[in-house]
């Protein structure tokens, strides 16, 4: 790591207006004394020190050393919801079981609520060593403050060398608010998740809108927080024989204070979304107007399927955003997926990786959906979709 120094004494206003135009991020600004310095859109891409050395320069900046030895064991920051563990904490303690078989270290589980008994025994026979649950009538419902104090609690006592939380609602709220109380980093979103002898997490997720991967470490600070989403990950077989333990904890009083009072709970009516679905009949940029969707929407009856889109099909207004697939949107792992008209860009794949069967159908032979589709058509959907239709109907084999 590093930062970059600038040394702007004696330059004329011309050569400062050259050297503000230089950052493509509009990083470098004029300052109140005269002097040039880098506001917080700097992205450290040097370009800066490339062509005008003279004035911006990189100077290294020793970084601080952490005892990793001291830090040890993969956690899962599990939730409860609807009174069960959902389902992305259990595809979380799967991962979590592969990361510590690598290092050879314990994986444990962290869940707060109340009367969770259930819960907590669902964990262990998940694969968690150690359960590490805070019951308590303050914890029966989510609020941030008592939450955090009891996984900071739990950080403190156990010192698990990374935290993976769901990237649910609750969890972006908590993992964020968590990671801060440590001074440690937090990656969202992780689409892939590896583990390094010496305990570095490597955090993989996609970056500029889907452009690249980035692979994201925390080499000098413990615990390397990390959330994924609902899907990413498959659900692990349950122990048939498992052998972890349950260790009840509590916390004082004043730590379980909260300035948020629950007045009324009212529950929304259950519905299957995507995330559930086993059959998706997914549209995307190729479907021209906003009428031919009754066209997918056939397609998805015949096939008793639910429908679903890219982002700019949301952006349009021409589905309901619960029904986007992606980054942006839901992570779904159906047993078959038909994408039509889909150019197959990351933010999508990354949303979809998980399906069984994928069949593609598009015009554009190169499209990057057909790197990761198991059966690709090179065609108009337009005619692709009404002869499948056709073929249904005749109780023939797709």
């Known amino acids: 790591m590093g930062k970059i120094v600038v040394r702007s004494a004696g330059l004329s206003p011309e050569r400062k207006k050259e050297l503000i135009a230089i950052c493509p991020f509009h990083a470098i600004q004029e300052e109140k004394d005269g002097s040039l310095g880098l506001n917080a859109g700097c992205k450290m891409c040097r370009i800066c020190t490339r062509k005008a050395p003279e004035v911006f320069g990189f100077v290294e900046v020793e970084q601080p050393k952490i005892d990793k030895s001291k830090w040890r064991g993969i956690a899962v920051a599990a939730e409860i919801s609807a009174g069960r563990v959902h389902p992305v904490s259990l595809e979380l303690l799967g991962k979590a079981r592969q990361l510590a078989a690598k290092i050879k270290q314990p994986v444990y589980a962290w869940v707060a609520g109340y009367k969770i008994d259930e819960a907590a025994e669902t964990l262990r026979r998940y694969g968690a060593d150690a359960v590490y649950a805070y019951d308590d009538p303050a914890l029966e419902f989510f609020r941030i403050e008592p939450y955090t104090a009891a996984l900071e609690d739990f950080i403190n006592a156990v010192k698990p060398a990374a935290v993976l939380v769901g990237g649910t609602p609750s969890g972006r709220t908590l993992a964020p608010r968590a990671a801060a109380r440590f001074r440690t980093g937090l990656t969202a979103d992780c689409t892939v998740l590896d583990i390094k002898e010496n305990t570095d997490l490597e955090q993989i997720r996609p970056a500029f809108g889907g452009n690249i991967m980035a692979h994201i470490n925390t080499p000098n600070h413990r615990p390397q927080f990390a959330s994924v989403r609902y899907k990413i990950f498959p659900l692990p077989e349950m122990l048939q024989n498992p052998g972890g333990r349950i260790e009840k904890r509590t916390l ?147």
């Open 252 to 398: 004082p009083p004043e730590k379980l204070a909260s300035g948020i009072e629950i007045i009324d709970l009212e529950n929304k009516p259950e519905e299957i979304g995507i995330e559930e679905a086993e059959v998706i009949v997914a549209a995307g940029r190729g479907v021209k107007r906003q009428e031919d969707m009754a066209l997918i929407r056939k397609l998805a009856d015949a096939l008793h399927a639910q429908v679903a889109g890219t982002r700019c099909l949301i952006e349009a207004g021409w589905l309901d955003h619960k029904r986007q697939i992606g980054l942006s949107g839901r992570t779904v792992a159906p047993k078959l997926i038909i994408c039509c008209g889909i150019s197959g860009s990351v933010q999508f794949a990354a949303g979809m990786k998980g399906a069984e069967k994928i069949v593609a159908i598009n015009t554009d032979p190169e499209a990057s959906i057909f790197n990761i589709a198991h059966v690709g058509i090179t065609g108009d959907l337009y005619e692709i979709v009404p002869a499948l239709l056709k073929k249904i109907e005749q109780g023939e084999s797709l």
